[in-house]
């Protein structure tokens, strides 16, 4: 008879135990539910006004002229920035319940990480908005480089234009990964030895292009004072009167042709001048 007993209380004892905790259970259950079931309705709701109010104040114009649009069309995505926006907002306000539900069933480690998670989207938001406003100023910053390359006619303006967009593109890229405390001592390290690169290959080519250019409007400091307008000169085959010495070529107008010679040429070479009184200039 005690064997029985022992068995009956060995099998229901903990079956007992098991139903209390689950009846016990259910109550708090039956809570989050309720709080998830109210959290997405309240949350849908903030989602539809939060939309209409960014799409109020123009969020969606200034994506479209940044460029966003596209990139998140290409990318399958929603087109719209305040319609993005606003279901970043909607899983942002769902996840704030679902702690408070997590709390309620006595899970401490999925609230911890769904908390942690919640605070860290404000970060994601703040780096789209850097990208956002980073984008339109690089294109508004493309196009007025790029137009007044084109009103000087200059035939790389669109590749200067590009450059000057490339380069807001990574300085946004930066500050935006910044934005999310994300280490980025190698990628700014790698940034720097990249424009440092460009700019020394930028300057080590105009060094080089304008040489030439630089030894004639220096040669032409020298020429104003030797070479006076009104005066005649003979170097070379050219003979004729000299008309203006200008920042980098000298004007000299013959008998029927007008020359164009290099500043440097009239330094370099041995010039014969006459005015008033003839007189010779060698440099």
Do not use: C, H
């Not at 606003?86 to 401490?108: E, H, K, Q, R, Y």
């Not at 609230?111 to 404000?122: E, H, K, Q, R, W």
């Not at 009239?266 to 014969?272: A, G, P, S, T, Y």
């Amino acid at each position: 008879m005690n064997e029985i007993q022992a068995l009956q209380q060995a099998i229901f004892s903990p079956m007992t135990a098991l139903w209390t905790k689950v009846v016990g259970y259910i109550p708090n259950f039956i809570s989050a539910v309720v709080i998830v079931i109210v959290g997405y309705f309240v949350a849908r709701f903030l989602r539809f006004v939060l939309a209409k109010f960014l799409a109020k104040i123009g969020v969606d114009k200034l994506s479209e002229k940044a460029g966003l649009a596209n990139i998140l069309a290409n990318f399958n995505m929603m087109s719209q920035a305040s319609q993005l926006i606003g279901v970043v907002g909607f899983w942002l306000i769902m996840l704030t319940f679902m702690v408070s539900a997590a709390d309620v069933l006595g899970l401490p480690r999925v609230s911890a990480t769904i908390d942690d998670f919640v605070l860290y989207l404000p970060k994601v938001i703040g780096a789209a908005f850097v990208v956002l406003v980073g984008l339109f100023l690089a294109k508004f910053m493309r196009n007025t480089v790029q137009g007044l390359g084109d009103t000087m006619n200059l035939s790389y303006a669109r590749g200067l234009g590009l450059a000057v967009y490339s380069l807001f593109v990574i300085v946004v890229a930066s500050l935006a990964i910044g934005q999310l405390e994300i280490e980025t001592e190698l990628l700014n390290l790698a940034v720097s030895i990249l424009l440092f690169s460009i700019g020394a290959a930028v300057a080590l080519s105009l060094g080089l292009g304008t040489r030439d250019i630089a030894a004639n409007v220096i040669a032409g400091v020298y020429a104003r004072e030797l070479f006076k307008a009104g005066s005649t000169i003979e170097i070379g085959d050219v003979k004729g009167k000299v008309v203006e010495v200008g920042t980098a070529k000298t004007i000299v107008k013959g008998a029927s042709k007008t020359y164009y010679l290099s500043n440097r040429e009239l330094i370099d070479k041995l010039v014969q001048q006459s005015t008033a009184r003839k007189s010779t200039a060698e440099a």
